[in-house]
């Protein structure tokens, strides 16, 4: 069983940045998918960013340009750095594992982290 466990969040200005961080334990993370989402009050969770055991990443569109997910199996943590920061940014952040089958991420995501609140005005 896998914990994951966010941090980073926080209060920022309009235009700023944040790197948000997920430390697991349980496993070693480096043969995993992982994936970044965030829920925003009365809306549905939305993956933003995501990244396989290779290293090969993707954002949805708010992050694209604007965000770059990183992992160091080493530390055994997932990072999510984001620039630009806006109001509609502010969420709920969570990070989230799952196992990889051949080059896909298996959906849904398997193990999730109890999230991170980000606060942009």
């Known amino acids: 069983h896998v914990q994951l466990v966010e941090s980073g969040g926080g209060s920022v200005q309009v235009g700023g940045s944040l790197r948000l961080s997920c430390v697991a334990s349980g496993d070693t993370i480096s043969r995993y998918c992982m994936g970044w989402f965030r829920q925003i009050p009365d809306k549905e969770r939305e993956g933003v960013a995501s990244?396989?055991?290779?290293?090969?990443?993707t954002y949805a569109q708010p992050l694209v340009g604007r965000g770059s997910v990183s992992r160091d199996n080493a530390k055994n943590t997932l990072y999510l750095q984001m620039s630009s920061l806006r109001p509609d940014d502010t969420a709920i952040y969570y990070c989230?594992?799952?196992?990889?089958?051949?080059?896909?991420?298996?959906?849904?995501?398997?193990?999730w982290g109890q999230g991170t609140q980000v606060t942009v005005s």
């Open positions: 990244i396989n055991s290779a290293g090969g990443s």
């Open positions: 989230a594992l799952t196992p990889m089958e051949g080059s896909t991420c298996v959906r849904p995501y398997k193990f």
